[in-house]
């Protein structure tokens, strides 16, 4: 039995958790049209990602998927933290606001929040996928002692064969290429920046577990040419980013269709971790950080939030986190079934060429 038939999908697609930008609405769209929704809930708490979960399963009786942030438990440091607030104060005055007096950490990792695994256990999803690395030995036998299929983020061979060490199911393969954060255990180890291609495709022949290919895949031709590889299903994100059941603003929309889709950049500066995102004023502040050391992820992130609603307040929309992989010049603007079908009919055609 192949993983989309365990979990119960008909069509070899996951749709991208995306915090803040992927819905429930969208989750249950995408797996009523026969593929794998999915809602993020890394950046709530056990009470916010109930209300999600229900919120899905009063608009699905297909699987959907439940993602969570596993991210090491981050340091404070108050004056890595002042300094970084400093250098950021002429940006907060500039839109007549002044920066936070403190930072503090907006999301709590998976690995360190037990009501969240007390819910899960009880609700039991049918797919739980982890980004930024695994939970405890103890959390993963909970879980799947309740019948749920466990999902984690690879990015490296190292981190795959940790995935399949700790008795995950699937492993979702995060090319370069992708949108958002970079799903790596350790931002500060050396990151090879494999290709999505090439990372499915070494993680196919290298390991036991089926893979899921994610990372600037955004239509029928490129599921198709993933599958090919051995890849079990591709995990699409940006591709759902226009949909309008998608959670994006007006600004990101606006941003995804213009020309700064051909100008993707990775940059740690919005959150403290590196993710890839549209090219705007924040990722330009690149050439300006020198060698500041940023306040931990999610720490770094308060910053982040708060300039954007600094900037936004004054009507600018340049400092927004408008995730986006490299395929970004393909994406189309239609409801989430409508481009889980027209997906699904360009990978039969892709693949039908190929035969």
């Given at each position: 039995?192949?993983?989309m ?11 991208a958790?995306m ?5 429930p609405?969208?989750?249950?769209a995408?797996?009523?049209a ?10 709530t ?6 209300a ?7 608009r ?9 942030f596993?991210?090491r438990?981050?340091v404070?440091d108050?004056?890595r ?22 930072l503090?950490?907006p ?14 256990v009880?609700?039991?999803p049918?797919v ?6 695994l939970p ?6 909970a879980?799947r002692e ?12 190292e ?8 008795g ?6 995060q ?13 500060g180890?050396?990151?090879a920046?494999?290709?999505?291609m ?12 089926p ?6 895949i ?24 226009l949909?309008p059941?998608?959670?994006a603003?007006e600004?990101y929309r606006?941003a ?15 959150s403290?971790r590196?993710?890839r995102?549209?090219a705007?004023?924040f990722t330009a502040?690149?050439s ?5 050391r ?23 929309h340049?400092f927004?986190a408008?995730?986006?992989g490299q395929?970004?010049?393909l ?9 889980v079908a027209?997906l699904a009919?360009?990978m039969r ?6 035969s």
């Open positions: 039995m192949t993983l038939q365990r979990i119960g999908t008909d069509i070899p697609l996951v749709q958790p915090a803040g930008t992927s819905t609405d969208m989750a249950a995408v797996s009523n026969g593929a794998l929704g999915s809602i993020a809930v890394g950046a708490d056990a009470a916010g990602a109930r999600m979960i229900a919120e899905t399963r009063a699905t009786l297909r699987p959907f998927n439940v993602n969570l596993v991210h438990t981050p404070a108050p004056e933290e002042t300094g970084w607030l400093d250098w950021m104060r002429s940006l907060f005055v500039e839109f007549g606001a002044e920066p936070p007096q403190a503090q950490s999301y709590t990792s998976f690995a360190d929040d037990a009501e969240m695994l007390a819910l899960l009880e609700l039991a049918p739980v996928s982890f980004h930024f690395g405890g030995a103890e959390a993963i036998a879980l309740q019948g749920v299929l466990l999902l984690a983020t690879a990015t490296s061979i981190e795959a064969r940790a995935i399949e060490a700790a995950i199911d699937g492993i979702v393969a090319g370069i290429e992708a949108g958002g954060h970079r799903g790596m255990f350790d931002p180890a050396f990151d920046q494999l290709g999505t090439a990372l499915t495709r070494l993680l196919v022949r290298e390991t036991r577990l893979v899921i290919a994610a990372g600037g955004m239509d029928g031709a490129g599921i198709a040419a993933a599958l090919d590889l051995g890849a079990a299903a591709a995990q699409l994100g940006t591709a759902f980013v949909c059941e998608s959670a603003d600004a606006a995804l269709t213009g020309p700064g889709a051909w100008r993707t950049t990775l940059t740690p500066l919005v403290g590196p993710a995102a549209l705007n004023r502040l690149s300006e950080v020198g060698d500041r940023m306040p931990d992820y999610p720490i770094a992130y308060h910053a982040g939030k708060a300039l954007n609603a600094a900037a936004k307040a004054r009507g600018e340049g927004g408008q995730w986006a395929g970004a010049p994406a189309r603007a239609m409801p989430a079934a409508e481009l027209t009919a360009e055609a892709a693949r039908g060429r190929g």
